[in-house]
């Protein structure tokens, strides 16, 4: 069963910094080797934020290049997300999942919403 769990979420201002961490089944890191961040806002289509190989190799998008840092640790089936430099644009909820993402039945977590005011 694919169980997907993000934490670190909350308020923070504009200019600050979260870390949120996702705790992934087994079955996503033995399966799939690229693990990703992905974020949707209010009224947008969800979006991948960052990912990153089980070797340690990663990919950023552009609006969160050189503020944003993807990590993960094997042992522990966990996937992090450093977020400095937070604008309010960052403001969504944010999930992680296998990458590619799973078609539209396929499962997700529950989330964690990350809201910057500014």
């Known amino acids: 069963q694919v169980q997907l769990v993000e934490s670190g979420g909350g308020l923070v201002q504009a200019g600050g910094s979260l870390r949120l961490s996702c705790a992934a089944s087994?079955?996503?890191?033995?399966?799939?080797?690229?693990v990703g961040w992905y974020r949707q806002a209010p009224g947008s289509q969800r979006e991948l934020v960052a990912r990153?190989?089980?070797?340690?190799?990663?990919n950023y998008a552009d609006s969160v290049k050189g503020r944003f840092t993807i990590s993960r640790d094997n042992a522990k089936n966990t996937v992090y997300l450093q977020m400095t430099s937070l604008i309010p644009e960052d403001t969504a909820v944010y999930y992680c999942?296998?990458?590619?993402?799973?078609?539209?039945?396929?499962?997700w977590g529950q989330g964690t919403q990350v809201t910057v005011s500014s």
């Open positions: 990153i190989t089980s070797g340690g190799n990663t």
């Open positions: 087994r079955i996503i890191f033995s399966t799939y080797p690229i």
């Open positions: 999942n296998r990458f590619p993402p799973p078609g539209p039945s396929g499962s």
